[in-house]
């Protein structure tokens, strides 16, 4: 089974490391300087850089880490010309070995609609950036509610100890949110209370976790209370990413 690391970067991003069978592996670039620091204090050589999505705070400091560490760069082939030069040009459904593990790249659109997650099954991590996130889920910037809904769901299928690691602490903003739609759930409120007193990180967490206390997961569940019992499980996610989107707590 790979090792993780997470590492923060700039004001709320995380990036990841994955060490294995001799190999090294890092999950989207944020920033150069902590992750190369990272890779100096462990004595790990950097391999491969993989990216879920072109935005600029996932993908900036890819042209720095590879002049200084030599690694090739995945992404996705469908969106290549936003993305730093790839060495490997993926596709949804492909799977390429890497740190002792299979690599499985999903399709997750919705915050982009280039966006892919990497899931090693045999690790149990999944990278799901700014698809599923810690207690939410991205911004629709160019997909659309449908295909986020798809995207979570395709993700909520896999096993439910599954490692998420999503791609920004917004725990505080993402769990009020969630609180003023699931004010009864007790699991979440310990959660919270748990990040909040530094006794657990914002993200990881489990899949299982994000079962239990994320409102995006959730949506059929608070149906009701949203005045939408009869609404398919897509239209109370849309309701649920307007009303996060208009938040203001």
Not at 76 to 89: E, H, I, T, V
Not at 158 to 165: D, F, G, Q, Y
Request: glycine share 8%; aromatic share 6%; charged share 20%.
């Amino acid at each position: 089974m790979a090792e993780l690391v997470t590492i923060r970067c700039l004001s709320d991003n995380y990036a990841y490391l994955v060490h294995g069978d001799g190999e090294t592996a890092l999950i989207d670039a944020p920033e150069a300087e902590p992750i190369l620091a990272e890779l100096d204090r462990r004595g790990w050589e950097l391999d491969h850089v993989l990216l879920t999505h072109h935005h600029a705070d996932h993908v900036q400091a890819v042209a720095d880490i590879v002049a200084a560490t030599g690694a090739a760069v995945t992404g996705n082939a469908a969106d290549a010309a936003r993305l730093p030069s790839l060495d490997r040009a993926v596709s949804p459904g492909d799977a390429f070995a890497m740190c002792g593990d299979q690599v499985q790249v999903i399709d997750v659109p919705g915050h982009t609609v280039g966006h892919v997650a990497f899931h090693l099954p045999g690790s149990r991590l999944v990278f799901t950036a700014d698809s599923l996130m810690a207690l939410g889920c991205g911004r629709l910037f160019e997909g659309t509610a449908a295909q986020m809904w798809d995207s979570l769901s395709r993700l909520n299928a896999l096993r439910a100890e599954t490692i998420v690691c999503s791609g920004h602490d917004y725990c505080r903003s993402n769990g009020a949110f969630a609180l003023s739609v699931d004010p009864d759930n007790r699991a979440l409120r310990e959660r919270l209370d748990a990040t909040a007193a530094g006794r657990r990180a914002c993200s990881p967490s489990t899949l299982a976790d994000e079962r239990e206390t994320n409102p995006f997961l959730r949506a059929p569940l608070l149906a009701a209370g949203l005045g939408m019992a009869d609404a398919a499980p897509a239209e109370v996610f849309a309701r649920l990413r307007q009303l996060k989107d208009e938040f203001r707590g």
